[in-house]
């Protein structure tokens, strides 16, 4: 059961949950599938590890990536491009935003009201029990709250992205997976899918999940590290 | 407890409380930002202390004010803030207090940029502030080790009565990595009533403590430096610390790197095993005290024909190198500091040009 996502998407969560490895990963998904994809660097309040650093990759495989002016790329600066509200009220087959950490990051959204109006916008919430405040249904319940008051949205589903990044085992994806169907259940929130990093993949039994797994093929390693080579 | 994954600025925080510090100064700066962030949510909910004060001057001096009182106490800053901390440092050491000061360095001089660096190599082991002081200290290469260093530097800094200085660049305060914080490191203060202005009746003693860095008497300054000197050389015997990798092989090449850069390097030496070209590596975790002895050791085996310093600086440390190696072995420098932190393959190709070129 594979992730096919339609629509404009928002990518939200808590600092560090993994939203723009997984942004990363369901744009270069769709467009494995044939989709016009589109993806937007909305991450204002992280200064390293962000989609812009593989945008050259991305643009490679033909998509669109949304990102501040080269000069200012690695400025400390909240810098909203302009084509962001454009790429909105022009979606493509797939537009996928991805917004900064916490509530902080998705302060952001709000600004963007105006172009959000009348459209469907599916807001989905990155969550990794393995990472603080979030490593409780409450947490996560809490964050949510967070997150929904200062971008003035509602949240429309979960994803769940279980992991200790290269010693996450097979037990974390399983107990990742419990604890994301008890979110699920507690927040009334539909889980849309789980991750699983593709050396993983081939020991997880995906029989046991009601919902896609989306594979992970690394992308934002430290600079000792390779990333996965993406294929077309 | 299981692992958790945290960013590295967010485990620094962590771990200053699981140490027992219950007590944080500090002022934001681009890339430590998140550990004040992650203690504004976290100290509130133990009763500790959070406090943003108005300028990274105001920090050192708030700090003096709590060491003094025997308080652990620790702040966190990235380079152009450690520099505004550099009278406050120097007082403090003079004053004879323990604190833990952070600084997670970003590319520099002057304003510089937010991308990774180990520029401030000079100012954390040579001074930054004036007069005869040292700071203890330490260099992590991965969050776990920071973690670690951190949940050390209090006791470190209590057995020493001297600030400890924690120095990563803004890869460890940015990456995410697996970590735990073990339990065996949480300590308590020992020493503090021996010296701090916590209240004769507190310690139940009738002698005061007083705390200062003024000595008008020129003979009674000269003993205070001479005391520090002591303390300086006592820290070189009993806790210089450093790694070594793949020193039992005949290596041709030494390295000397700290920091996330030694991670890079070790990932070089890995390829150039693989093809078999032997590379060593000896990583200081104490930049002061400087591991000596290690690398001149290390620089004199017979195999070595290069030793190479690899650092993101424009060359700091190689300084030190060369004072260890003592000319016994070239010492070549190869560093960035624009922010790119340089690749395994840069390392192997420059490895390979300092060997060719020494041959030459």
Request: glycine share 8%; proline share 6%.
């Amino acid at each position: 059961m594979g992730v096919h996502l339609r629509g404009i998407y928002i990518i939200v969560g808590n600092y560090g949950s993994g939203k723009t490895e997984v942004a990363i990963n369901l744009a270069v998904n769709a467009k494995r599938s044939g989709l016009d994809v589109r993806l937007a660097d909305l991450d204002l309040v992280n200064p390293y590890f962000r989609t812009r650093e593989v945008r050259g990759l991305l643009a490679e495989l033909g998509i669109d990536v949304v990102v501040p002016p080269e000069k200012y790329l690695q400025a400390d600066l909240p810098i909203l491009s302009p084509a962001i509200s454009g790429m909105i009220r022009h979606p493509s087959q797939l537009t996928l935003i991805d917004a900064g950490g916490n509530d902080v990051g998705a302060t952001v959204l709000a600004a963007l009201a105006d172009s959000f109006k009348n459209k469907l916008v599916h807001m989905l919430q990155v969550v990794n029990p393995s990472r603080p405040f979030t490593d409780t249904v409450e947490g996560c319940l809490k964050m949510r709250a967070d997150i929904e008051k200062t971008s003035k949205m509602k949240i429309s589903g979960i994803i769940g992205n279980a992991n200790l990044i290269d010693e996450t085992t097979v037990d974390d994806i399983y107990k990742g997976y419990d604890f994301v169907k008890s979110f699920s259940k507690e927040s009334g929130l539909p889980l849309e899918f789980i991750t699983v990093c593709v050396e993983l993949l081939p020991q997880i039994d995906s029989n046991r999940f009601t919902c896609p797994v989306l594979p992970i093929e690394r992308q934002l390693v430290p600079p000792w590290k390779k990333a996965v080579k993406i294929r077309n | 407890m299981g692992k958790i994954l945290m960013k590295g600025n967010e485990a620094i925080g962590e771990a200053a409380i699981r140490a027992g510090c219950l007590n944080y100064f500090a002022y934001p700066i681009t890339p430590q930002s998140e550990v004040s962030e992650y203690l504004s949510r976290r100290l509130p909910e133990i009763r500790g202390v959070f406090l943003q004060a108005e300028s990274e001057v105001a920090v050192s001096y708030m700090i003096f004010g709590a060491a003094g009182c025997g308080e652990r106490i620790f702040t966190t800053s990235s380079s152009p803030g450690i520099s505004l901390m550099s009278e406050g440092l120097s007082y403090i050491a003079s004053a004879q207090l323990p604190a833990v000061f952070v600084n997670i360095m970003r590319g520099g001089p002057g304003l510089g940029g937010i991308l990774p660096s180990q520029g401030d190599y000079f100012q954390a082991t040579k001074g930054g502030g004036h007069g005869d002081y040292r700071l203890f200290v330490m260099a992590p290469s991965s969050v776990q080790e920071a973690v670690e260093m951190v949940m050390k530097a209090f006791p470190l800094a209590e057995k020493y009565r001297n600030p400890v200085m924690i120095l990563g660049d803004g890869l460890i305060g940015q990456m995410m990595e697996p970590i735990e914080f073990p339990e065996n490191l949480r300590s308590e203060p020992t020493n503090k009533d021996q010296w701090a202005t916590n209240g004769m009746a507190t310690r139940n003693s009738d002698k005061p403590n007083i705390v200062k860095s003024l000595f008008l008497d020129p003979d009674e300054l000269n003993d205070h430096n001479l005391l520090l000197k002591a303390k300086y050389e006592r820290m070189k015997r009993e806790d210089t610390k450093y790694e070594p990798y793949n020193l039992d092989a005949d290596y041709k090449v030494l390295i000397v790197s700290y920091g996330t850069m030694s991670r890079v390097c070790r990932t070089a030496i890995d390829n150039m095993k693989a093809e078999g070209f032997e590379v060593g590596m000896i990583r200081p975790q104490t930049l002061f005290p400087f591991p000596e002895k290690a690398i001149s050791d290390a620089a004199s085996k017979q195999s070595c024909e290069v030793v190479a310093c690899i650092e993101m600086s424009m060359g700091q440390m190689v300084e030190d190198v060369q004072r260890c190696v003592l000319g016994k072995r070239p010492v070549k420098w190869y560093g960035k500091c624009g922010g790119d932190v340089p690749t395994p393959e840069e390392v192997i190709y420059v490895v390979k040009s300092f060997l060719d070129k020494n041959k030459a």
